[in-house]
């Protein structure tokens, strides 16, 4: 089975520092990975993947995220916060062959962004 | 814009309740499903649909039920609602024609139900 484990809750940082979110999968099969970034109010929207290759993936507004498979981690990271990077962020896996077609999905972690 | 819609975005009802969420997708894709979102817990899938003759129990499904009338609408009912339905309810949806094995999902804006 699959499971996705996202370390905090909550992680505020300062504006301008580094950003890391992190997530740990648990799969018997080589996964794809993904990150999705809720702003407040709005759906999900898919920030990067990682289907197969390269194991640094690069997504949108300054982030990416490396697969590290000896690790099980797929962590989130941005060199420079900005404020409107606050909102919550959900690491989720699916098999490579669609189990059944699904996500699962972390708990979530929501980023503050301090002034 | 190939959208993803929900209706309504807000709905306050009463424990006993029936009530429908409704999902519209402009997209093409074959593949809808069904979440809710709690505080702590993540998104939980409630159930997906492979195309209009094919709809699947998710994890947790209880409570619940579905229709797919045709492609691009998939709603979810509530026969009879309960407080701890109280969530945050989002429909997604995945082509599996252009991409088979990868499974992202694109989301509507979610619709906040509120049972008393």
């Known amino acids: 089975a699959q499971s996705v484990t996202q370390l905090g809750s909550h992680v505020s940082v300062s504006e301008g520092a580094l950003v890391l979110l992190r997530c740990n999968y648990s799969s018997s099969v080589p996964p794809y990975l993904f990150w999705y970034v809720q702003y407040p109010n709005q759906g999900l929207q898919l920030l990067l993947k990682?289907?197969?290759?390269?194991?640094l993936v690069k997504g949108i507004n300054g982030f990416e995220a490396e697969f590290k498979k000896s690790e099980t981690s797929f962590h989130l990271t941005k060199p420079s916060a900005h404020m409107s990077d606050a909102a919550e962020y959900f690491c989720a896996v699916s098999r490579i062959y669609n189990q059944g077609g699904k996500l699962i999905f972390g708990q979530g972690t929501e980023l503050s962004v301090k002034p | 814009d190939a959208d993803v819609t929900q209706t309504p975005r807000n709905r306050i009802t009463k424990t006993g309740k029936r009530i429908m969420l409704e999902c519209s997708q402009t997209k093409g894709h074959d593949r809808m499903y069904w979440y809710r979102q709690d505080p702590g817990l993540g998104l939980r899938l409630i159930y997906y649909?492979?195309?209009?003759?094919?709809?699947n129990k998710g994890e947790i499904s209880d409570g619940y039920s579905v229709s797919r009338q045709a492609q691009a609408k998939f709603s979810l009912s509530l026969e009879s609602a309960i407080p701890n339905q109280t969530a945050l309810y989002f429909c997604?949806?995945?082509?599996?024609?252009?991409?088979?094995?990868?499974?992202?999902?694109?989301f509507g804006p979610g619709t906040r139900l509120t049972v008393l």
């Open positions: 649909s492979f195309d209009v003759k094919d709809i």
């Open positions: 997604a949806t995945s082509d599996s024609r252009r991409d088979r094995a990868r499974n992202e999902q694109f």
């Open positions: 990682y289907t197969t290759g390269a194991t």
